[in-house]
Each structure stands twice: as C-alpha cells, then as structure tokens.
C-alpha cells in the first residue's frame, strides 16, 4: 500500500493551526516510512504568503517528504483536491488520506485506519470518528463533529451524530460516505465515480462536495464504512447545538461561506433531482421554499445566487 496524506491551507486562515496539526500528524504517522507514505500541501491562499514561507523552510515531517503546491489563487475544495488526487494517481499511490489542517490527530488514528483497509481491501472509502476540537480553549472534548455523512429525506445531508455526546451509539452506523474533513479513498475504487475526468464535481467551489461524492459512491454501490476506533479532533466553525446556537455560529461564518454552503446545497437538488421518488420531490420543494424564506428575511445577499444556480441548470 502506498498513501498520500494530503491537505490545503488558506490564507491566515489555516496557519494558526499547523504548529500542532503537523506535531500530531508526524507522532501519527510516524510508522510509515518515506518509501510508502509522502505528504502533499495544496495552497490555496493566494497573495497572501503567510503559508508559502513557512512550507518553504519545512520541506519534509518525520523524514516523510512534503510536496508543496502553490496554485497562486484560491481554487476552491473540489478544484484543487481534483489536482492532488490526480497527481497522487500518476505517482501510483493506491489510497489517499484528505484531511483539514484544523484536524488534531490521535496517534492511533491513521494505524487504525490502515489496519481496516487490510481487513477490507475493497472499501472505497473510509471515515474515522471525528470529535470537537476547540482550539480556541484548547480543549478536545467528548462530542462528535462528525462519524460520516448520511442522507435525510429531500436531498439533505447530514453529518452523523454532530453535537452529541459520543457514547459508542452510532460506531456501527452504515454511512453513505466520509465528511471532507478526513477522508481515506481507495484511488482504484474512486476511478468508478468520475465525472468527466474528475473526482469531485467542480461546480461545488466549497462546501457540500463532499456530500455528492459520499451520494455518487452510494449510488455506485462503493462502501464506505466508518473505523469508530480511529479518532481525530476538528474545530469546526459550525457543528450541531440548539437552533439558537447554531444561527449565532452561522453568523460568524464570513458572507462568502456562506454563499458557497447556500449555492452547494442548491446545486445538489438540481443535480439530482432527476433520482428522487415523489415524496422526496415534495421534501426537496418545501426545503428549498424554507431556505428562500429565511434568506429573504435575515440573508437578502444569497438571494444573488439563484442567478449562478440557473446557468448551473
């Protein structure tokens, strides 16, 4: 087996994390060696050259190469994965761990993901259980960020178990696919779901690709399968909580977030809508009524997007 484990930084953004995001990602991957296992960077940050110098000084973690891309612009999620996923496929690398750099690793985490994928050489996907990281009180905590991406009525995608307490409850749940915080893809099996030529689908700039990903695996009948003793922590900006909760976090996120967030979510109707019974027309009708009606009252700047959304059509 050889493994890429790769990640984009942005900006000012991702720098503040990865002093201890590499320390964790060295101590975990420290029983791979330089032959099997190489680290790939895709910098999404543009101008601003705040990560450029510091990958420019730290060209290798625990004697592991770090091959740095600097795309000079700021290509999105899908884009800029398509590119370092196709370049871990040209070097022959049979899997690929993606990853967020706001990630603090266990030192198990990794051996154990790798010790399923020789258990189940044929899983095209596996996601770890990702709990709360709160970077900002440095403290990692007993709830879950996410154990896989799930499918509600109506097209809504889920993050499984998000905001609760983790008591082993979901460690045996069927998921449809890994969360694009920490994603390990058999690149073999991953070649099944292409479109035109790539992986994710570009016209998601960020947020929700990785919801149709995990849904063109499940409907290609690929598994993914989620590893409960395979830990890491994230400090996501939104996680679950009360609808107060969620709404004062939904503030904080920048206008463009949430733009992308509200276009992807939009997209993924149009795009399959054609694969929805009935009933799930109905649900898909009335979510996209609900989240036009709550953008005409608090979040008139969204309304912009239904004019991307019909060349998208």
């Not at 009933?279 to 898909?284: A, E, P, Q, S």
Request: positive net charge.
């Amino acid at each position: 087996m050889k493994l890429a484990i790769a990640f984009l930084v942005y900006k000012k953004s991702s720098y503040p994390y990865l002093p201890k995001f590499l320390t964790s990602l060295k101590e975990a991957s420290d029983f791979l060696n330089s032959h099997n296992c190489q680290i790939m960077v895709g910098d999404n940050s543009g101008e601003d050259n705040s990560n450029r110098k510091f990958f420019q000084e730290k060209n290798e973690l625990g004697g592991k190469k770090i091959e740095y891309l600097d795309f000079s612009e700021n290509l999105g999620f899908s884009r800029a994965y398509n590119i370092l996923i196709k370049k871990a496929k040209a070097q022959n690398f049979s899997h690929f761990l993606m990853l967020n750099p706001d990630i603090l690793i266990d030192k198990q985490a990794i051996k154990n993901l790798l010790k399923e994928v020789e258990n189940t050489p044929n899983v095209a996907a596996l996601a770890p259980k990702i709990l709360v990281w709160d970077f900002k009180n440095k403290k990692l905590k007993n709830k879950i960020d996410s154990c896989g991406i799930v499918l509600k009525p109506g097209l809504r995608f889920e993050d499984l178990g998000q905001g609760e307490t983790d008591q082993g409850f979901y460690d045996n749940y069927e998921i449809l696919g890994p969360t694009g915080a920490v994603a390990l893809f058999n690149l073999n099996q991953l070649e099944k779901v292409k479109e035109k030529e790539n992986y994710f689908d570009e016209n998601f700039f960020m947020y929700k690709e990785d919801c149709d990903l995990a849904y063109r695996l499940s409907l290609n009948n690929l598994e993914t399968k989620l590893v409960a003793n395979s830990i890491f922590y994230h400090d996501r900006s939104v996680s679950g909580g009360s609808l107060i909760e969620r709404f004062k976090k939904r503030k904080k996120r920048s206008k463009k977030e949430r733009a992308w967030s509200f276009f992807g979510q939009h997209y993924l109707f149009i795009k399959h809508w054609h694969r929805q019974n009935f009933l799930n027309k109905i649900i898909v009708i009335y979510n996209i009524i609900k989240i036009f009606v709550f953008s005409l009252f608090f979040e008139q700047f969204l309304l912009k997007q239904y004019l991307l959304l019909t060349k998208k059509r």
